[in-house]
């Protein structure tokens, strides 16, 4: 069986690893004994391609020993161990060697694989200054004037290649070594061009104080740049410290993200893994099209290099899931403080595009409508902290909180305390009259006092809220705040055109349910809602202090959606609840994100939503105590991933075609025609669906 879906191999990942062992200088028989042995453990853990240190079978620190004859033909002959071993392996073992080359020595990297040294790749810049001295024993790449060399008998390619797994054509990877990354354009810059996705750096690097955090730098740049993985290995223990020291330091990055590092100054052999996304790669660097310019731009450099296959066996047809973490919540991160920054960079986003949509429109008030739910809440934030930015008292906010015939006790309270503390104009409009009016024009069954509540029935009132609202604005000199989310968009759950669906600006429309979540809490704990909002809106009179308003937001978190379009039968509780329709907003954003930021097919979403979402035990969460951690098995997944791909793909384009003006506020994407997302709105969702029906429901299967 070659699709198994439990398999990460089949779902365009590669394992990765990067090996430092414990060596000894001018041993090379120790030192390839301590690789075959890190390269098997890679191999049963299943990987497919291992990288060593730079010169790591001689050991770097050998000086003017790479010179003797005794030193060069016992790296040969350790090269020969290598190679024999990997016979019996399915990873390519990446190694570094001194390679004799028409009475020349070069510094390179060897490419084994499958009892076959598939070719070598000679250092660009040899670093001569300060410790460094490589210019006395070796020759520049530049300098070899060949192209393939002799080695253990057999010519093998030498020079600029870019090795290509036989099983897989997105593992493209190249070597460059050590000095390469550290010049003003890599080697590697130019193989990515060529197409690497995964670049080797095969170092050995002496540790002087701050160069850890440099070569993070370096690295985690490089393969941002380069749209590419970056895998770094430097020499570790046994090197000679006559004058350096060495801390082992190995790291792998994909795209900026730093997926796995060493730990330093182990005393130990050891090796880190990454499984890397290659899809996501070849998908970044088809979506970022100036990268094709700099193809094109730099096609001399780029057509030196040779692509070489490499017969490297992808264990496909045994149940390998992820390593990687895959986080269940993509547009929030999990770590406190770098949820802190995106709350605080996000809501300053959004507070300064509607300062600039005030400023522009020399307009100084806003209407907004207050449901006491989560979306106009968070939008109503906004509007507070843009009348405190602008100097402007709180009672420029002009809002109204419009209850109908499905509105809660809880809500409406909400709605009121809220607008209290904000500080804000507060209105009340009961709009079951108008509704009762157009229900009667229509000759609706509800208006003969029969229980009917059909769209019809919803969408009279959420379109009776938004007229209201925009004639309020027009009376009053202010423009209607739209507070519909990105999630909403996504599933089209908003009503169209005179509904929630319209307004003059949209605040949230980029940011998904699961960050606004995490924005109102922020705005609580932070006292986001000091200054103005500490004084009622009435009279002079003293607000609530901190703890007051901090709690009138956490009730509003804790409320389940719901629209309130349809009446209760029980306890004064809303009849409909929101997810219960379109699923948990918690899968749907992740959905979402997968769909649109990258365009993966069904089957990935599926397979990384499974990674991410089926045990609630394993991974960190986005909260501090307060989120409910949830599981979901693969059949719910692929349930509510049906719901999404249908309503994203069939039935909601043409509401998104024709969306107010609102910031773009994250990498994630927006869904605005003008700016991420151009589709048709009569497309079919039937591709998707097909490739979803190929997912199975028991992942073991």
């Known amino acids: 069986m070659t699709n198994r879906f439990l398999n990460l191999y089949n779902h365009d990942f590669a394992r990765v690893a990067v090996g430092v062992p414990q060596c000894r200088v001018a041993d090379p028989a120790f030192n390839a004994a301590q690789t075959i042995a890190l390269a098997r453990q890679a191999d049963a853990e299943g990987a497919v391609l291992v990288a060593f240190p730079e010169l790591g079978i001689p050991a770097y620190s050998c000086e003017d020993l790479f010179q003797q004859r005794a030193l060069q033909d016992a790296c040969d002959a350790a090269l020969a161990e290598i190679v024999a071993a990997s016979r019996e392996l399915g990873a390519a073992l990446i190694v570094g060697m001194p390679v004799r080359v028409q009475q020349r020595l070069f510094n390179c990297a060897v490419v084994v694989a499958r009892g076959r040294i598939h070719g070598v790749v000679p250092k660009t810049y040899l670093p001569n200054y300060s410790e460094f001295y490589e210019a006395r024993q070796f020759n520049a790449a530049d300098d070899a004037g060949v192209d393939t060399v002799s080695l253990l008998g057999e010519d093998v390619p030498f020079g600029s290649l870019i090795f290509e797994a036989a099983d897989q054509p997105l593992l493209r990877f190249h070597c460059e070594i050590c000095e390469d990354v550290w010049v003003p354009v890599p080697p590697s810059s130019f193989a990515a061009l060529a197409g690497a996705t995964v670049l080797v750096n095969l170092s050995a690097s002496n540790v002087v104080v701050g160069k850890s955090a440099y070569r993070h730098q370096l690295v985690g740049q490089q393969s941002a740049r380069c749209l590419a993985a970056y895998l770094y290995t430097s020499a570790g223990q046994g090197e000679s410290t006559t004058d350096l020291a060495w801390d082992g330091q190995?790291?792998?990055?994909?795209?900026?993200?730093?997926?796995?590092?060493?730990?330093?100054?182990?005393?130990?052999?050891?090796?880190?893994?990454?499984?890397?996304?290659l899809e996501r790669l070849a998908r970044e660097r088809m979506h970022q099209t100036t990268f094709g310019v700099s193809v094109r731009r730099h096609a001399d450099e780029v057509a030196r290099f040779r692509t070489i296959k490499v017969d490297v066996t992808l264990p496909r047809d045994t149940e390998l899931p992820l390593a990687r973490a895959i986080a269940r919540f993509p547009y929030v991160p999990s770590d406190a403080q770098r949820r802190d920054e995106r709350c605080h960079e996000v809501?300053?986003?959004?507070?300064?595009?509607?300062?600039?949509?005030?400023?522009?429109?020399?307009?100084?008030?806003?209407?907004?409508?207050?449901?006491?739910?989560?979306?106009?809440?968070?939008?109503?934030?906004?509007?507070?902290?843009?009348?405190?930015?602008?100097?402007?008292?709180?009672?420029?906010?002009?809002?109204?909180?419009?209850?109908?015939?499905?509105?809660?006790?809880?809500?409406?309270?909400?709605?009121?305390?809220?607008?209290?503390?904000?500080?804000?104009?507060?209105?009340?409009?009961?709009?079951?009259?108008?509704?009762?009016?157009?229900?009667?024009?229509?000759?609706?069954?509800?208006?003969?006092?029969?229980?009917?509540?059909?769209?019809?029935?919803?969408?009279?009132?959420?379109?009776?809220?938004?007229?209201?609202?925009?004639?309020?604005?027009?009376?009053?000199?202010?423009?209607?705040?739209?507070?519909?989310?990105?999630?909403?968009?996504?599933?089209?759950?908003?009503?169209?055109?005179?509904?929630?669906?319209?307004?003059?600006?949209?605040?949230?429309?980029?940011?998904?349910?699961?960050?606004?979540?995490?924005l109102v809490r922020w705005v609580a704990e932070t006292g986001q809602l000091g200054g103005a909002a500490a004084k009622a809106a009435k009279a002079g009179k003293e607000g609530k202090d901190s703890a007051a308003r901090r709690n009138v937001l956490i009730d509003i978190l804790e409320t389940e959606i719901s629209p309130e379009l349809v009446p209760g039968k029980a306890n004064g509780a809303p009849e409909q609840r929101t997810e219960h329709f379109i699923g948990p907003y918690e899968l749907q954003d992740f959905n979402l994100y997968y769909t649109l930021r990258f365009g993966y097919a069904p089957r990935k979403v599926a397979f990384l939503s499974w990674s991410a979402w089926h045990d609630a035990s394993r991974g960190r969460w986005p909260d501090e105590g307060h989120q409910a951690h949830n599981a979901y098995d693969l059949v719910a997944i692929k349930r509510n991933l049906r719901i999404f791909l249908d309503r994203f793909f069939r039935t909601s384009q043409f509401k998104r075609s024709c969306i107010p003006n609102a910031p773009k506020v994250g990498t994630g994407g927006s869904l605005s025609p003008r700016g991420d997302w151009r589709a048709p709105s009569d497309s079919e969702s039937v591709v998707w669906l097909a490739d979803l029906d190929t997912v199975p429901d028991d992942p073991h299967a």
């Open 250 to 277: 190995a790291l792998i990055y994909e795209n900026g993200d730093m997926l796995a590092e060493s730990e330093r100054f182990a005393s130990e052999s050891h090796l880190i893994f990454a499984d890397v996304d």
């Open 347 to 518: 809501y300053n986003i959004q507070v300064q595009a509607l300062m600039q949509r005030l400023a522009s429109s020399k307009i100084q008030k806003v209407v907004i409508g207050v449901s006491g739910g989560l979306d106009s809440t968070h939008a109503l934030l906004v509007c507070a902290k843009v009348m405190d930015r602008l100097g402007l008292p709180r009672t420029n906010i002009l809002a109204y909180t419009m209850p109908g015939f499905a509105t809660s006790e809880r809500t409406l309270r909400q709605a009121r305390e809220l607008m209290e503390v904000v500080g804000c104009t507060a209105r009340e409009i009961d709009i079951r009259p108008s509704c009762m009016q157009m229900l009667e024009d229509l000759d609706h069954p509800f208006a003969k006092g029969e229980e009917v509540y059909d769209v019809t029935f919803e969408n009279v009132q959420a379109g009776e809220r938004t007229n209201h609202l925009f004639r309020l604005a027009n009376h009053l000199g202010a423009i209607v705040i739209g507070t519909g989310d990105l999630s909403e968009l996504a599933l089209g759950w908003c009503t169209y055109g005179v509904g929630d669906h319209m307004s003059h600006y949209n605040v949230n429309a980029s940011v998904p349910k699961t960050l606004i979540m995490h």
